[in-house]
């Protein structure tokens, strides 16, 4: 039994140093922050599941576990909250046949050729559409949006839909190394059309290999399923999960809702964004007013935060109340004898060390999980910023005066039910 986990050794097996798995299969088809590491995934996959399994993944994000799953010959059903999310993920688990894909691409380009400059192509955007996007490529963006509108297959209208967003941000006035929303005036835009076919044809490839590849295992028709949906009630039939592979979102991490946000306006999936953000666990715009929490172990986090700052011991306190929630409704789903394995790390907001993995491990254990092994990694790799402010927590840059460097270390917690 664990009782203290910095005693715990860092593993080596388990940091996959120097290794850019993020670019395999299709798992470079969008940007996404802080991505799942596809080896973790895999070697977790093959050392605690079997063929036939179904693995379960309530932080779906950009799809990692149902994609290396699939190729495992694995069931697989995600969930996340973000409908962003959602279709990335759809695009990224289901190839298409790769000469049909490729011949309505040939077609799809020639409808570029089409596009001329003086029509307008203007519609009643968003005014952040309009804050974020220079005219011309706005008009560009919204030609290539109604084209891809107008196919008929819906996999490959929802792969263009997916290339498309992944652009987004290069063809904007988002300053390009942040995933802070703020505007550099200094950037060189991209050209829509240009990007487009270039990341489109990028992404033609990668859906080959993977064709390829399920194809040769005999996976092409292995069942995965994403939905848009939340953690704490993910409506999945109870005792049907052999695991859970899932890593949440950290106590001070990306607001999801504001990276996405391009996307969002784009596709209509939201208008609001303050009010799309509410729906987000680790969200800091939360209207939660308690600062209780069954844990003692993060109740004694959230007493020490509001002696230093009453909003952030709140934000705090949902946090870790949303996560009790999810451990509720891992033990629900789960099978007798089936497994959780969670990759989480700790962090410190107003120097205040937050122990999340200990608090999510004790909250596990709590509502019924047996533990199995607790795994220590570092992340030698940057898969995610090592820069925060040592006042908000959030990820930042060399210049701000409050920064300091992390070096970037996590647990796999594996329990079993």
């Known amino acids: 039994m664990c009782d203290n986990f910095d005693n715990i050794r860092v593993n080596s097996e388990w940091c996959f140093k120097n290794v850019r798995s993020v670019e395999r299969w299709t798992h470079g088809y969008h940007r996404y922050p802080a991505k799942f590491l596809p080896n973790l995934v895999e070697k977790l996959i093959n050392e605690k599941t079997q063929k036939g399994d179904t693995i379960a ?3 779906a994000g950009c799809g990692t576990t149902l994609v290396e799953a699939k190729i495992q010959g694995r069931k697989s059903i995600g969930i996340d909250i973000n409908p962003v999310a959602k279709l990335i993920t759809k695009v990224k688990v289901n190839p298409i046949e790769p000469k049909k894909l490729e011949k309505q691409y040939s077609k799809f380009i020639e409808t570029i050729k089409n596009y001329k400059k003086s029509s307008s192509y203007n519609k009643d955007f968003h005014e952040r559409i309009d804050y974020w996007f220079e005219s011309e490529n706005k008009k560009k963006i919204a030609f290539l949006h109604k084209e891809i509108l107008k196919e008929k297959n819906s996999k490959i209208r929802s792969f263009f839909l997916v290339s498309l967003s ?9 300053l390009q190394s942040s995933t802070k929303p703020q505007i550099d005036p200094n950037k060189k835009i991209q050209e829509p059309f240009k990007l487009f076919k270039k990341h489109t044809e990028r992404m033609l490839k990668k859906n080959g ?39 949440p979102p950290y ?35 939360s209207l939660n007013k308690k600062t209780n929490c069954n844990s003692n172990m993060a109740q004694k986090v959230i007493d020490k935060l509001l002696k230093k700052d009453d909003k952030m011991a709140k934000e705090v306190a949902n946090y870790f109340n949303d996560m009790e929630l999810v451990a509720k409704e891992m033990y629900r789903i789960v099978k007798k004898n089936g497994i959780v394995c969670i990759v989480i790390g700790n962090t410190t907001l107003k120097e205040v060390k937050i122990k999340s993995a200990e608090i999510f491990f004790g909250m596990l254990k709590s509502v019924g999980f047996e533990e199995e092994r607790i795994i220590k990694r570092s992340i030698p790799y ?36």
């Open 251 to 285: 106590v001070t991490s990306y607001e999801y809702a504001d990276i996405h946000q391009l996307t969002g306006y784009w596709y209509e999936y939201m208008n609001n964004l303050p009010k799309f953000r509410k729906k987000f666990i680790g969200t800091f715009y």
């Open 209 to 247: 290999e993977f064709y390829e590849k399920l194809n040769n295992e005999k996976n092409l028709k292995i069942e995965c399923k994403i939905k848009k949906g939340d953690a704490r009630n993910t409506k999945i039939e109870k005792n049907t999960i052999n695991a859970v592979i899932t890593s």
């Open 166 to 174: 992944h652009i987004l941000k290069n063809c904007s006035r988002w």
């Open 382 to 417: 940057k898969l995610m910023p090592t820069i925060r402010d040592k006042n908000s927590g959030k990820f930042t840059k060399l210049n701000n005066e409050n920064h300091k460097l992390v070096y970037p270390e996590e647990y796999i917690l594996i329990l079993r039910k």
């Open 57 to 59: 993944d309530l932080f």
